[in-house]
């Protein structure tokens, strides 16, 4: 059980086959599980921000995040996060308040829950 809040930065972190890069995150410790104030890390031509919680010490345990995904390239952004899209080299944000039950790691599709907002331009189907 942590404690003190924690920053850690991480250079490179592979997850799955996915990679990320100057990753920064701060932890904090709170009565229902930790807090993320900021998170922040980068995959090819996209930069990504959130905050969120993930209540661990709860009968049900569910994380909830919101922050936006800004991409210069949505091929790019899709191709580094294991998915194949259908508008390709689109510029923009993706601004989200999701969350589902679990943990932080790997997201629950058949408990997710939220929204999700897309402007994107100049790009093609």
Request: glycine letters at 8%; one cysteine or more; charged letters at 25%.
């Amino acid at each position: 059980v942590l404690e003190r809040p924690i920053d850690a930065k991480i250079k490179k972190l592979k997850i799955g086959k996915k990679i990320l890069s100057d990753c920064q995150a701060r932890i904090e410790p709170s009565w229902k599980g930790y807090d993320f104030p900021r998170v922040q890390a980068k995959l090819k031509n996209t930069d990504i921000q959130f905050s969120g919680q993930w209540d661990a010490f709860s009968h049900i345990k569910q994380v909830t995040a919101e922050g936006k995904i800004i991409t210069r390239n949505t091929t790019d952004t899709l191709t580094a996060l294991g998915m194949n899209g259908t508008v390709q080299q689109a510029k923009g944000n993706i601004e989200f308040s999701i969350g589902w039950h679990g943990n932080p790691s790997t997201i629950d599709f058949p408990t997710l829950f939220g929204k999700v907002e897309f402007q994107l331009n100049n790009g093609y189907i």
